[in-house]
T-cell receptor, first 115, second 111 residues
Framework: SQTIHQWPATLVQPVGSPLSLECTVEGTSNPNLYWYRQAAGRGLQLLFYSVGIGQISSEVPQNLSASRPQDRQFILSSKKLLLSDSGFYLC??????????????FGPGTRLTVL | GQNIDQPTEMTATEGAIVQINCTYQTSGFNGLFWYQQHAGEAPTFLSYNVLDGLEEKGRFSSFLSRSKGYSYLLLKELQMKDSASYLCAVPSTSGTYKYIFGTGTRLKVLA
C-alpha cells in the first residue's frame, strides 16, 4: 500500500529565516506530487506540482520554491520567510497518467508559524 | 475562469440527514471530487462523480448535475465524528493534473 510522509509536523520560525519541508511517498512509482497551503479557515491553495523528477510547475509567484530530486521526494523551500507564509502545508500525491479518477492523497501536513 | 462555491458553515443534529451543496463554473468538465477534512488534519477522499446522478457509499452519497454545474454531498444518520469540513474540487482547465478546491463547508454535528 502507498503511504505519504511529511515532516516536520509543526514548525515555528522567525521572519527572514530559511525553510525546508520534506515529503516522501512510498509504495508507488512516478507519482504526481503537489504542495498546497491552507491558511486558517481558508481553502487549499495550490503552490507547486510535479509530474516527474526535476519537473516543477509553479502556481503562485512568491518567495517559495520546490524541488523534486528523486522520484518520490518533494521539497518545499524558502530562503527568507515572511509572516504571510504561516499556514498549514500539505503535500499530496496522485497516480497521474492512467489514474481514473486521479484522486489526491494527502500527507499529514506541516503547521508553520512565522513570527 | 473557474469558480467553486460552497456554503461556509452548516449545523445539524446527530442522527439527522444533511445536504452540502457545491456549485461550480468551468469551461470543461472532467469530474468532481469530495474530500473530508477534520480540524487540523489532512483532507481524505470521499467520492468522485463524473456522470450525472447519485453515487452511494454507505452513509455518504454524492450527486452530480453537469448541466446545472451542481453537486451535493448527502450525509445520513449523522454522527459526531462527521463534524468536519467538506471540500469539493474539480480539475483545472489551465493544466493537466491540477485541481481547484472550494473553500469548504464546515459541518458541526450537535448532540
Amino acid at each position: 500500500s502507498q503511504t505519504i510522509h511529511q515532516w516536520p509536523a509543526t514548525l515555528v520560525q522567525p521572519v527572514g529565516s530559511p525553510l525546508s519541508l520534506e515529503c516522501t511517498v512510498e509504495g508507488t512509482s512516478n507519482p504526481n506530487l503537489y504542495w498546497y497551503r491552507q491558511a486558517a479557515g481558508r481553502g487549499l491553495q495550490l503552490l507547486f506540482y510535479s509530474v516527474g523528477i526535476g519537473q516543477i510547475s509553479s502556481e503562485v509567484p512568491q518567495n517559495l520554491s520546490a524541488s523534486r530530486p528523486q522520484d518520490r521526494q518533494f521539497i518545499l523551500s524558502s530562503k527568507k520567510l515572511l509572516l504571510s507564509d504561516s499556514g498549514f502545508y500539505l503535500c499530496a500525491w496522485s497516480v497521474g497518467i492512467g489514474g481514473s479518477p486521479d484522486t489526491q492523497y494527502f500527507g499529514p501536513g506541516t503547521r508553520l508559524t512565522v513570527l | 475562469g473557474q469558480n467553486i462555491d460552497q456554503p461556509t458553515e452548516m449545523t445539524a443534529t446527530e442522527g439527522a440527514i444533511v445536504q452540502i451543496n457545491c456549485t461550480y463554473q468551468t469551461s470543461g468538465f472532467n469530474g468532481l471530487f469530495w474530500y473530508q477534512q477534520h480540524a487540523g488534519e489532512a483532507p481524505t477522499f470521499l467520492s468522485y462523480n463524473v456522470l450525472d446522478g447519485l453515487e452511494e457509499k454507505g452513509r455518504f452519497s454524492s450527486f452530480l448535475s453537469r448541466s446545472k454545474g451542481y453537486s451535493y454531498l448527502l450525509l445520513k444518520e449523522l454522527q459526531m465524528k462527521d463534524s468536519a469540513s467538506y471540500l469539493c474540487a474539480v480539475p483545472s482547465t489551465s493544466g493537466t493534473y491540477k485541481y481547484i478546491f472550494g473553500t469548504g463547508t464546515r459541518l458541526k454535528v450537535l448532540a
